[in-house]
């Protein structure tokens, strides 16, 4: 039997289901306005939904297979009878999906049922509205080579993920297949959008966004990954130069964000060193911008596969590696050997040490300023990791380079902390 449905409830859904027949009978009727006048409009997409609310209140399930085998039959009928040669049949679909959001609106079982369908048909309204610039884009803009890749790419993601344990194995309990692959996944999607930026952007300007969000996700595989870019393009050392600088800098107020939430003490104790290196990798980085370019400006981003994993599995296996030497020492020495931990298991991973390290500042187990010097050593020591792997991707010129750009924000960072 159908659940109760209160009255404000009710209307409320009804309310929303309007809502949804609006926003997708106006596109509708924006687009076959100056063309076909005959096709459904705002009337027609509003009296679906409500239709589809309706059908989800009453709960009856041969009256909404019914209410919707209807309307597909009406739309079927009339796109038939009116069809051009070229027509398509996306204001027929456009009924049925609005049927079925103005279902899911109101139909009680399903918790938060109307702000996902809000939320859909919004993403639905911006996908028919874009219907030029999509169409561009999939006939122009993207190659056999890239729609592969991209497939390729999702795969990993979306299957080999899921399909791996959870939980941790081996010594120490260092192997952890799924904390492993979001590092493999990382590598892979920063290698993965820094590639379309390039294209549709521009070297400069996909770069520096590419370094932007390297920064937010992880510096180590942005660095690896600018490495390999380096290898294959030389002539945009330059470019990977300042985008590298830039990921890196990122990486401070992002570190000082996850201070804040485990540890305001801690956090406010380390504003100055991180304010001093984020401030010295800004102007390093603007400093390279002021430099003469080393590309030839009829250099153009090579069309190919966008999705490199080979790169990201060898990461990944450097990662678990020294997970294991992390936690090996951690578990051998344990709070006597802080700095010496910080700086092993900061190579790895800045972001658990820093969590890690202001845990143990807020129960009492470490002296404040012993913290932010542990923080600021794992920060050291994943730059020289960094650093390493410049080198090994991209080559002594790019290693020196990176080398360069890390010890100016450094020595920004030792100068505040020591004087302070």
Same mark, same amino acid.
């Given at each position: 039997?159908?659940?109760?449905? %209160? ?17 997708v009978g106006i596109q509708r009727e924006g687009i076959h306005s100056a ?18 609310? $309706? ?18 039959? &009406? ?5 038939? =009878? %009116? ?17 079925? &959001? ?35 884009? /999939?006939?122009?803009?993207?190659? @056999?080579?890239e729609f592969n890749g991209t497939l390729r790419f999702l795969a990993v993601i979306? /299957? ?15 192997? @952890?297949?799924?904390?492993?692959? $979001? ?19 521009? %070297? ?8 932007? &969000? ?13 490495? =390999?870019?380096?290898?294959? %393009? ?34 406010? !104790? ?19 911008? !002021?430099?003469?370019? @080393? #590309? ?13 994993? /080979? ?71 994943? #730059? $020289?990791?960094?650093?390493? &792997? ?10 020196? !380079? ?9 020595? #920004? ?8």
């Amino acid at each position: 039997m159908a659940a109760a449905v %209160e009255l404000p409830l009710a209307l409320q859904s009804i309310a929303e289901t309007l809502l949804i027949g609006l926003l997708v009978g106006i596109q509708r009727e924006g687009i076959h306005s100056a063309t076909v006048r005959h096709k459904a409009g705002v009337r027609d997409f509003v009296l679906i939904a409500v239709s589809g609310g $309706i059908c989800g209140l009453l709960q009856v399930s041969w009256l909404t297979v019914a209410a919707l085998l209807a309307i597909t039959i &009406l739309v079927a009928v009339f796109a038939f =009878k %009116e069809s051009a040669p070229d027509a398509g049949v996306t204001t027929e679909l456009a009924t049925v999906t609005t049927f079925c &959001l103005g279902f899911l609106t109101a139909y009680p079982g399903i918790p938060s049922g109307a702000v996902v369908a809000i939320g859909t048909t919004i993403v639905v309204v911006a996908l028919l509205e874009a219907k030029k610039n999509l169409h561009k884009l /999939i006939r122009e803009g993207i190659t @056999e080579p890239e729609f592969n890749g991209t497939l390729r790419f999702l795969a990993v993601i979306f /299957i080999i993920y899921p399909l791996l344990p959870a939980g941790k194995f081996g010594p120490y309990g260092f192997f @952890e297949a799924r904390r492993i692959w $979001i590092f493999v996944i990382l590598v892979s999607t920063i290698s993965y959008a820094g590639y379309f930026l390039q294209k549709f952007l521009g %070297e400069g300007k996909g770069l520096k966004l590419t370094g932007v &969000l390297g920064g937010l996700a992880s510096t180590t595989a942005a660095t690896a990954s600018f490495g =390999k870019g380096v290898a294959e %393009e030389p002539q945009q050392l330059g470019a990977y130069w300042q985008a590298t600088v830039i990921a890196n800098t990122v990486q401070f107020p992002r570190v000082l964000a996850l201070l804040y939430v485990m540890n305001p003490q801690l956090a406010g !104790r380390s504003v100055p060193a991180l304010a001093a290196m984020t401030a010295a990798g800004l102007v390093f980085a603007w400093v390279l911008s !002021r430099l003469p370019a @080393e #590309a030839s400006p009829e250099h153009k981003v090579p069309v190919g596969n966008p999705f490199r994993l /080979i790169p990201a599995l060898k990461y990944g296996a450097v990662f678990a590696a020294l997970l294991f030497l992390s936690k090996a020492a951690a578990a051998r020495y344990g709070g006597q050997a802080v700095l010496a931990t910080s700086a092993l298991g900061g190579s790895v991973d800045v972001d658990s040490i820093s969590v890690a390290v202001a845990d143990l500042t807020g129960a009492g187990g470490l002296p404040l300023e012993q913290a932010v010097a542990s923080v600021l050593i794992a920060l050291l020591a994943n #730059a $020289i990791l960094k650093t390493v &792997l410049a080198g090994v991707e991209g080559g002594r010129a790019f290693a020196t !380079r990176v080398a360069a750009g890390f010890a100016a924000m450094f020595a #920004a960072g030792a100068a505040v902390y020591l004087l302070l």
